[in-house]
């Protein structure tokens, strides 16, 4: 694309005519309804009429104390359940890309399928199928940690106040641990093996090889998977409504920022919905969305060091 | 994408029901419901009991998850695509509805002479000048009993709440029955089996939620943390790991006859018949002191409305005036033994264990449940909070008083007559 030369040309029509589609397309489904979002958060039903009345919903969001205290419970359920994910799902996800990629392992495509697999699983299927595993009635996790003696350690964990979230979140990342995993494992064999073998030359082999050479080699690839981990756990709402139900007990332990939306904007039992306090927390949600992300593309990714072969 | 999915499905259900009226030459009425559990019933033994009374008029009933039943409808009714009859929540949802313009008055009915003003409570305005929604049924809560384990202890029916607490000891040392079932993961269980069930006793049904709507009794009084005292004793009695254990689960502890009592709506009746292969008997919530008058919930829980701008008015109230009927009334309450009839009818019923909970009419003083009226319409929402208080109380995580005054301070912060 270089513009020396030429300093008159014809407009390029086809460019508009091939972007056309797609934009039309995602204009219309992505962009409109978020605009449209925005705007209904700036208003309020009184006496059945919609009012414009400013930032007053988030007013009311962060500084009614009963809002407030409920919005905090989700965000903060919410950045740990995003923390159990970065220090679990991400870390083990590299080790098994790099237990994959050793050629000396056998069975390693049985491996890689078995731990991706539930990845493509329904949320409500795994949902209820964790939920039936740790049931202190019908499940086997009790009898389980019985055979071996452990009875003791069990406990209704997704009863608990104190364990549900963490609970949960384990459950996420076991169904998503495939994808940091593949992606690493694509990245591990994109690195050319020349590299390697002078690495080896040079005398670095083993572990020394893997945190020297293979690991600063995908650092990018682990930027992306913590900036995909942290846009789908910040947007998480599936798991936990299909286990814990819109009201996300025990006692608002596992109410996450979806979980909380959806209360507000559709209601629930008798308390009936409220588009704009619903729409004033969805814009919440995307503008820390927005934020986490802007954070990683402008102070992170820019300085990360790349390497072309 | 919820809520992606939910305007496809709106979409689509728009379009099938356009299809559905192009093709019909007669009156069609589509019933928007949240019993789906009642399909097959209403398809063989409700829809054609009324069309064959009625030629040139068709019934589709269309029922969706209770749980998104709310929201779902709302959706539709504002896209203009919701069916031509709609059941109704009691109170403020249908309040709302009818608030809105969505559902017709139905105040000068043929049909609506048959019921009474209780009955008619839940779908009229705070005056009580007009009617939206014709009365189907109501919902009374007790418990049910595994016989053949009571016969087995030797345990007699407990009339006050010492005996029915000996008789959980007893249970619970024989060691062969969980005493109690009920878990607090789904958290409803708590409060409506739990705190509504037990609670009209202490704060004398009618009198008690009267007085709490009105601003005299706050909800940190003693005769409304008490029910929270007593549930707080029940904790001992439920089954290992309660905490985690749902409602499906409790109804299966109890119908597979591994748990002796199972605090209970009368809804559950027609499905513990279908399951249960022993005998049960059931027994109203027992009284704080031998001797005291009982007060049973007996919750007008279904009713059915117009939808203000349906094409088809005259079936559609047609419809509504049989609802009123007795035909109607000793079809439904038969068909669904535990969805008692609201009308001035003497429906005769088949069913022990329904005959038992409705025979407490007649000895115990009847009431709603206390937060559905007027006191569930603001947020933060006192429905809602008090299912949170009644688990938190059972699990032990938070003492009556606590969550007496939690709940009061709620209540107090948007509720006028509290503050």
Same mark, same amino acid.
Request: net charge negative; charged share 15%.
């Given at each position: 694309?270089?513009?020396?030369?030429?300093?008159?040309?014809?407009?390029?029509?086809?460019?508009?005519?091939?972007?056309?589609?797609?934009?039309?397309?995602?204009?219309?489904?992505?962009?409109?309804?978020?605009?449209?979002?925005?705007?209904?958060?700036?208003?309020?039903?009184?006496?059945?009429?919609?009012?414009?009345?400013?930032?007053?919903?988030?007013?009311?969001?962060?500084?009614?104390?009963?809002?407030?205290?409920?919005?905090?419970?989700?965000?903060?359920?919410?950045?740990?359940?995003?923390?159990?994910?970065?220090?679990?799902?991400?870390?083990?996800? /590299?080790?098994?890309?790099?237990?994959?990629?050793?050629?000396?392992?056998?069975?390693?495509?049985?491996?890689?399928?078995?731990?991706?697999?539930?990845?493509?699983?329904?949320?409500? /299927?795994?949902?209820?199928?964790?939920?039936?595993?740790?049931?202190?009635?019908?499940?086997?996790?009790?009898?389980?940690?019985?055979?071996?003696?452990?009875?003791?350690?069990?406990?209704?964990?997704?009863?608990?106040?104190?364990?549900?979230?963490?609970?949960?979140?384990?459950?996420?990342?076991?169904?998503?641990?495939?994808?940091?995993?593949?992606?690493?494992?694509?990245?591990?064999?994109?690195?050319?093996?020349?590299?390697?073998?002078?690495?080896?030359?040079?005398?670095?082999?083993?572990?020394?090889?893997?945190?020297?050479?293979?690991?600063?080699?995908?650092?990018?690839?682990?930027?992306?998977?913590?900036?995909?981990?942290?846009?789908?756990?910040?947007?998480?709402?599936?798991? /936990?409504?299909?286990?814990?139900?819109?009201?996300?007990?025990?006692?608002?332990?596992?109410?996450?920022?979806?979980?909380?939306?959806?209360?507000?904007?559709?209601?629930?039992?008798?308390?009936?919905?409220?588009?704009?306090?619903?729409?004033?927390?969805?814009?919440?949600?995307?503008?820390? /969305?927005?934020?986490?992300?802007?954070?990683?593309?402008?102070?992170?990714?820019?300085?990360?060091?790349?390497?072309?072969? | 994408?919820?809520?992606?999915?939910?305007?496809?499905?709106?979409?689509?259900?728009?379009?099938?029901?356009?299809?559905?009226?192009?093709?019909?030459?007669?009156?069609?009425?589509?019933?928007?419901?949240?019993?789906?559990?009642?399909?097959?019933?209403?398809?063989?033994?409700?829809?054609?009991?009324?069309?064959?009374?009625?030629?040139?008029?068709?019934?589709?009933?269309?029922?969706?998850?209770?749980?998104?039943?709310?929201?779902?409808?709302?959706?539709?009714?504002?896209?203009?695509?919701?069916?031509?009859?709609?059941?109704?929540?009691?109170?403020?949802?249908?309040?709302?509805?009818?608030?809105?313009?969505?559902?017709?008055?139905?105040?000068?009915?043929?049909?609506?002479?048959?019921?009474?003003?209780?009955?008619?409570?839940?779908?009229?305005?705070?005056?009580?000048?007009?009617?939206?929604?014709?009365?189907?049924?109501?919902?009374?809560?007790?418990?049910?009993?595994?016989?053949?384990?009571?016969?087995?202890?030797?345990?007699?029916?407990?009339?006050?709440?010492?005996?029915?607490?000996?008789?959980?000891?007893?249970?619970?040392?024989?060691?062969?029955?969980?005493?109690?079932?009920?878990?607090?993961?789904?958290?409803?269980?708590?409060?409506?089996?739990?705190?509504?069930?037990?609670?009209?006793?202490?704060?004398?049904?009618?009198?008690?939620?009267?007085?709490?709507?009105?601003?005299?009794?706050?909800?940190?009084?003693?005769?409304?943390?008490?029910?929270?005292?007593?549930?707080?004793?029940?904790?001992?009695?439920?089954?290992?790991?309660?905490?985690?254990?749902?409602?499906?689960?409790?109804?299966?502890?109890?119908?597979?006859?591994?748990?002796?009592?199972?605090?209970?709506?009368?809804?559950?009746?027609?499905?513990?018949?279908?399951?249960?292969?022993?005998?049960?008997?059931?027994?109203?919530?027992?009284?704080?002191?031998?001797?005291?008058?009982?007060?049973?919930?007996?919750?007008?829980?279904?009713?059915?409305?117009?939808?203000?701008?349906?094409?088809?008015?005259?079936?559609?109230?047609?419809?509504?005036?049989?609802?009123?009927?007795?035909?109607?009334?000793?079809?439904?309450?038969?068909?669904?033994?535990?969805?008692?009839?609201?009308?001035?009818?003497?429906?005769?019923?088949?069913?022990?264990?329904?005959?038992?909970?409705?025979?407490?009419?007649?000895?115990?003083?009847?009431?709603?449940?206390?937060?559905?009226?007027?006191?569930?319409?603001?947020?933060?929402?006192?429905?809602?909070?008090?299912?949170?208080?009644?688990?938190?109380?059972?699990?032990?995580?938070?003492?009556?008083?606590?969550?007496?005054?939690?709940?009061?301070?709620?209540?107090?912060?948007?509720?006028?007559?509290?503050?």
């Amino acid at each position: 694309m270089s513009t020396t030369g030429i300093s008159k040309r014809r407009v390029r029509w086809h460019i508009a005519i091939f972007l056309a589609p797609a934009v039309l397309v995602y204009t219309a489904i992505m962009i409109i309804p978020l605009f449209g979002t925005l705007q209904l958060s700036l208003f309020r039903e009184i006496d059945q009429k919609q009012i414009f009345v400013g930032l007053e919903n988030f007013r009311t969001l962060l500084g009614d104390p009963r809002w407030s205290e409920t919005f905090w419970n989700a965000l903060g359920n919410n950045s740990w359940f995003f923390v159990i994910h970065m220090l679990v799902q991400n870390p083990l996800g /590299i080790l098994f890309a790099a237990l994959l990629s050793s050629p000396r392992l056998r069975f390693s495509a049985f491996y890689r399928t078995a731990i991706f697999v539930p990845t493509i699983l329904s949320f409500v /299927i795994v949902g209820f199928a964790w939920k039936l595993i740790l049931s202190p009635l019908w499940g086997i996790a009790p009898n389980m940690l019985d055979a071996v003696g452990l009875k003791s350690l069990f406990a209704p964990w997704l009863g608990k106040p104190e364990y549900a979230l963490t609970t949960l979140g384990l459950i996420s990342v076991w169904q998503f641990i495939g994808i940091p995993m593949m992606l690493i494992y694509a990245a591990l064999l994109s690195i050319p093996d020349e590299v390697l073998e002078a690495a080896e030359c040079d005398g670095i082999t083993g572990m020394q090889q893997f945190w020297k050479i293979k690991l600063p080699l995908i650092l990018p690839s682990i930027g992306i998977i913590s900036i995909l981990t942290f846009v789908g756990n910040f947007n998480a709402f599936d798991l /936990i409504y299909t286990t814990q139900g819109a009201l996300a007990g025990p006692n608002y332990a596992t109410d996450i920022l979806g979980t909380f939306l959806y209360r507000t904007f559709f209601g629930f039992q008798l308390q009936l919905g409220d588009p704009n306090m619903g729409s004033a927390i969805a814009s919440l949600m995307f503008l820390i /969305i927005l934020a986490g992300v802007s954070i990683y593309l402008f102070g992170i990714q820019t300085r990360l060091r790349r390497y072309q072969f | 994408m919820t809520n992606k999915a939910m305007s496809t499905l709106l979409l689509a259900s728009t379009i099938l029901a356009s299809v559905g009226l192009a093709n019909a030459q007669d009156a069609t009425l589509t019933i928007e419901s949240w019993r789906n559990d009642d399909l097959e019933i209403w398809q063989s033994k409700i829809i054609p009991a009324f069309e064959a009374k009625h030629p040139g008029i068709k019934v589709k009933f269309t029922p969706s998850a209770p749980a998104e039943y709310n929201g779902v409808l709302n959706s539709k009714l504002d896209a203009g695509s919701a069916g031509d009859l709609i059941t109704c929540r009691p109170f403020d949802a249908s309040l709302a509805l009818y608030e809105a313009g969505h559902l017709a008055p139905v105040t000068d009915l043929e049909g609506m002479k048959n019921f009474s003003s209780v009955a008619k409570s839940g779908w009229s305005t705070d005056d009580g000048s007009v009617q939206f929604c014709v009365p189907m049924a109501s919902v009374i809560h007790g418990f049910i009993y595994n016989k053949d384990a009571f016969d087995e202890l030797g345990l007699s029916v407990p009339a006050t709440e010492a005996e029915l607490f000996a008789a959980l000891d007893k249970i619970k040392a024989d060691g062969n029955y969980i005493p109690m079932a009920m878990g607090t993961n789904d958290q409803w269980e708590a409060a409506t089996m739990g705190y509504q069930n037990i609670g009209p006793n202490y704060w004398k049904g009618e009198e008690g939620r009267l007085a709490l709507i009105s601003g005299e009794h706050k909800l940190t009084d003693e005769v409304w943390t008490k029910p929270y005292e007593t549930l707080a004793r029940w904790k001992d009695y439920l089954g290992d790991g309660f905490e985690a254990q749902t409602y499906p689960d409790s109804q299966n502890m109890f119908t597979l006859g591994r748990a002796a009592v199972y605090p209970a709506g009368s809804w559950e009746i027609s499905g513990f018949n279908n399951l249960a292969d022993f005998k049960m008997g059931a027994f109203p919530p027992p009284v704080p002191n031998a001797g005291d008058e009982c007060y049973i919930s007996d919750h007008t829980d279904i009713a059915i409305g117009m939808n203000a701008k349906t094409e088809n008015a005259e079936a559609a109230k047609t419809f509504l005036n049989w609802v009123g009927s007795e035909e109607f009334a000793s079809l439904y309450a038969n068909a669904l033994p535990g969805f008692f009839s609201l009308s001035d009818h003497t429906i005769a019923m088949d069913d022990p264990l329904a005959q038992e909970f409705v025979s407490w009419r007649g000895k115990c003083n009847s009431t709603i449940r206390s937060t559905y009226q007027i006191l569930s319409r603001g947020t933060p929402n006192l429905e809602n909070e008090t299912w949170n208080a009644s688990a938190n109380v059972i699990r032990g995580s938070e003492s009556p008083a606590d969550a007496g005054k939690r709940l009061q301070d709620g209540l107090a912060s948007w509720y006028a007559p509290h503050q």
